[in-house]
Protein backbone atom coordinates (compact mmCIF):
# COMPACT_ATOMS: atom_id res chain seq x y z
CA UNK A 1 0.00 0.00 0.00
CA UNK A 2 1.53 3.26 -1.05
CA UNK A 3 0.65 6.22 1.04
CA UNK A 4 0.92 9.42 -0.09
CA UNK A 5 0.53 13.55 1.50
CA UNK A 6 0.17 16.38 0.04
CA UNK A 7 1.12 19.23 2.46
CA UNK A 8 -0.15 22.95 2.29
CA UNK A 9 -1.63 25.49 4.09
CA UNK A 10 -4.51 25.31 2.69
CA UNK A 11 -5.89 28.87 3.43
CA UNK A 12 -8.50 28.51 2.06
CA UNK A 13 -8.58 25.08 -0.20
CA UNK A 14 -9.40 26.18 -3.60
CA UNK A 15 -10.36 23.79 -6.75
CA UNK A 16 -6.50 23.44 -7.68
CA UNK A 17 -5.57 21.97 -4.37
CA UNK A 18 -8.55 19.88 -5.24
CA UNK A 19 -8.27 18.30 -8.67
CA UNK A 20 -4.52 17.71 -7.67
CA UNK A 21 -5.46 15.45 -4.64
CA UNK A 22 -8.37 13.42 -6.32
CA UNK A 23 -5.62 12.96 -9.17
CA UNK A 24 -3.08 11.79 -6.29
CA UNK A 25 -5.78 9.12 -4.98
CA UNK A 26 -5.81 7.85 -8.49
CA UNK A 27 -2.62 7.02 -8.55
CA UNK A 28 -1.70 5.88 -4.28
CA UNK A 29 -3.98 4.01 -2.55
CA UNK A 30 -4.50 6.65 0.39
CA UNK A 31 -3.93 10.45 0.19
CA UNK A 32 -3.28 12.07 3.52
CA UNK A 33 -4.20 16.14 3.11
CA UNK A 34 -1.22 17.31 5.07
CA UNK A 35 -2.91 20.78 6.55
CA UNK A 36 0.40 22.71 8.25
CA UNK A 37 -0.17 24.64 11.32
CA UNK A 38 2.20 27.28 11.56
CA UNK A 39 3.80 28.71 7.89
CA UNK A 40 5.22 31.91 7.52
CA UNK A 41 3.18 33.89 5.89
CA UNK A 42 -0.30 35.23 7.64
CA UNK A 43 -3.41 33.48 7.60
CA UNK A 44 -7.01 33.48 7.58
CA UNK A 45 -8.07 30.66 8.70
CA UNK A 46 -7.07 29.10 11.65
CA UNK A 47 -5.03 24.97 11.61
CA UNK A 48 -9.12 23.97 13.15
CA UNK A 49 -11.20 26.06 10.46
CA UNK A 50 -8.55 24.97 7.33
CA UNK A 51 -8.70 20.78 8.76
CA UNK A 52 -12.47 21.96 8.97
CA UNK A 53 -12.87 22.96 5.48
CA UNK A 54 -10.41 20.80 3.93
CA UNK A 55 -12.03 17.51 5.37
CA UNK A 56 -15.35 19.08 3.89
CA UNK A 57 -14.01 18.96 0.35
CA UNK A 58 -13.22 15.68 0.81
CA UNK A 59 -16.12 13.98 2.88
CA UNK A 60 -17.32 11.64 -0.55
CA UNK A 61 -13.73 10.55 -1.33
CA UNK A 62 -12.32 7.69 1.19
CA UNK A 63 -9.43 7.86 -0.18
CA UNK A 64 -8.34 10.58 0.99
CA UNK A 65 -8.38 11.83 4.87
CA UNK A 66 -7.11 15.31 6.46
CA UNK A 67 -4.52 15.76 9.44
CA UNK A 68 -2.62 18.60 10.50
CA UNK A 69 1.15 19.16 11.57
CA UNK A 70 3.93 20.72 12.83
CA UNK A 71 7.15 21.03 11.94
CA UNK A 72 9.49 19.60 8.80
CA UNK A 73 6.80 18.08 6.28
CA UNK A 74 9.00 14.75 5.90
CA UNK A 75 9.53 14.19 9.26
CA UNK A 76 5.38 14.22 9.41
CA UNK A 77 5.59 11.83 6.27
CA UNK A 78 7.79 9.24 8.04
CA UNK A 79 5.66 9.39 11.46
CA UNK A 80 2.59 8.45 9.36
CA UNK A 81 4.48 5.75 6.96
CA UNK A 82 3.70 8.06 3.81
CA UNK A 83 6.13 6.95 1.02
CA UNK A 84 5.53 9.85 -1.14
CA UNK A 85 5.02 13.69 -0.73
CA UNK A 86 2.80 15.11 -3.61
CA UNK A 87 3.35 18.74 -5.03
CA UNK A 88 1.25 20.83 -7.90
CA UNK A 89 2.73 22.74 -10.20
CA UNK A 90 0.55 25.16 -11.69
CA UNK A 91 3.21 27.88 -13.09
CA UNK A 92 7.03 27.89 -14.51
CA UNK A 93 8.25 29.58 -11.62
CA UNK A 94 6.99 27.46 -9.23
CA UNK A 95 9.20 24.72 -10.92
CA UNK A 96 12.42 25.94 -9.35
CA UNK A 97 10.78 26.64 -6.03
CA UNK A 98 9.67 22.75 -6.07
CA UNK A 99 12.66 21.26 -7.33
CA UNK A 100 14.99 22.85 -4.27
CA UNK A 101 12.32 21.97 -2.13
CA UNK A 102 12.44 18.66 -3.38
CA UNK A 103 15.78 18.37 -3.47
CA UNK A 104 16.30 19.29 0.35
CA UNK A 105 13.64 17.10 1.62
CA UNK A 106 15.71 13.96 -0.38
CA UNK A 107 18.58 15.22 1.33
CA UNK A 108 16.74 14.59 4.59
CA UNK A 109 14.85 11.35 3.94
CA UNK A 110 15.96 9.77 1.15
CA UNK A 111 13.30 7.07 1.07
CA UNK A 112 10.96 9.61 0.59
CA UNK A 113 10.04 10.45 -3.34
CA UNK A 114 8.33 13.63 -4.37
CA UNK A 115 6.05 13.51 -6.76
CA UNK A 116 5.20 17.14 -9.01
CA UNK A 117 1.31 17.02 -10.50
CA UNK A 118 0.85 19.56 -13.05
CA UNK A 119 -2.05 21.66 -12.53
CA UNK A 120 -5.07 21.02 -14.91
CA UNK A 121 -5.18 24.11 -17.20
CA UNK A 122 -7.97 25.68 -15.91
CA UNK A 123 -6.62 26.31 -12.44
CA UNK A 124 -3.17 27.84 -13.40
CA UNK A 125 -4.31 30.94 -11.96
CA UNK A 126 -5.46 30.10 -9.04
CA UNK A 127 -3.80 30.42 -5.42
CA UNK A 128 -4.88 30.87 -2.06
CA UNK A 129 -3.55 34.26 -2.24
CA UNK A 130 -5.24 35.02 -5.09
CA UNK A 131 -8.77 33.91 -3.77
CA UNK A 132 -8.63 35.60 -0.51
CA UNK A 133 -7.71 39.27 -2.70
CA UNK A 134 -10.79 38.40 -4.83
CA UNK A 135 -13.12 37.52 -1.88
CA UNK A 136 -11.67 40.93 0.26
CA UNK A 137 -12.40 43.34 -2.56
CA UNK A 138 -15.65 41.78 -2.66
CA UNK A 139 -15.14 39.61 -6.01
CA UNK A 140 -17.08 36.39 -6.87
CA UNK A 141 -14.67 33.23 -5.87
CA UNK A 142 -17.57 30.89 -6.58
CA UNK A 143 -15.68 29.38 -9.50
CA UNK A 144 -12.62 29.05 -7.59
CA UNK A 145 -13.93 27.72 -4.95
CA UNK A 146 -16.34 24.86 -3.43
CA UNK A 147 -19.61 26.80 -1.82
CA UNK A 148 -18.59 25.98 1.75
CA UNK A 149 -15.07 27.91 1.43
CA UNK A 150 -16.86 30.55 -0.48
CA UNK A 151 -19.53 31.43 2.15
CA UNK A 152 -16.32 30.28 4.95
CA UNK A 153 -14.68 33.50 3.37
CA UNK A 154 -17.68 35.98 3.09
CA UNK A 155 -18.23 34.89 7.11
CA UNK A 156 -14.09 35.70 7.79
CA UNK A 157 -14.55 39.00 5.80
CA UNK A 158 -17.40 40.24 6.79
CA UNK A 159 -16.66 39.12 10.78
CA UNK A 160 -13.33 41.57 10.15
CA UNK A 161 -10.90 37.63 10.40
CA UNK A 162 -11.06 37.27 13.86
CA UNK A 163 -14.08 35.26 14.45
CA UNK A 164 -13.99 31.70 14.30
CA UNK A 165 -16.41 30.13 11.87
CA UNK A 166 -19.67 28.72 13.06
CA UNK A 167 -19.83 24.93 13.27
CA UNK A 168 -22.41 25.03 10.16
CA UNK A 169 -19.31 26.87 7.91
CA UNK A 170 -16.85 23.98 9.52
CA UNK A 171 -18.87 20.47 8.88
Same mark, same amino acid.
Given at each position: ???????????????? +????? !????????? %???? %??????????????? !???????????????????????????? !???????????? !????????????????????????????????? +???????????????????????????????? +?????????????????
Amino acid at each position: MVKAIFPGTFDPIHYG +HIDIA !RRAARLFDE %VVMA %VYDKPLKTLLFSPEE !RIALVKQAFADNRKVSVMGYSGLTVEFA !RQIGAQVIVRGL !RVFSDFEFEFRMALANQRLTPDIETIALITAEQ +HTFLSSSTVKEIAMLDGDVSSMVPPFVAEALR +HKISNGNHQPLPNALRD
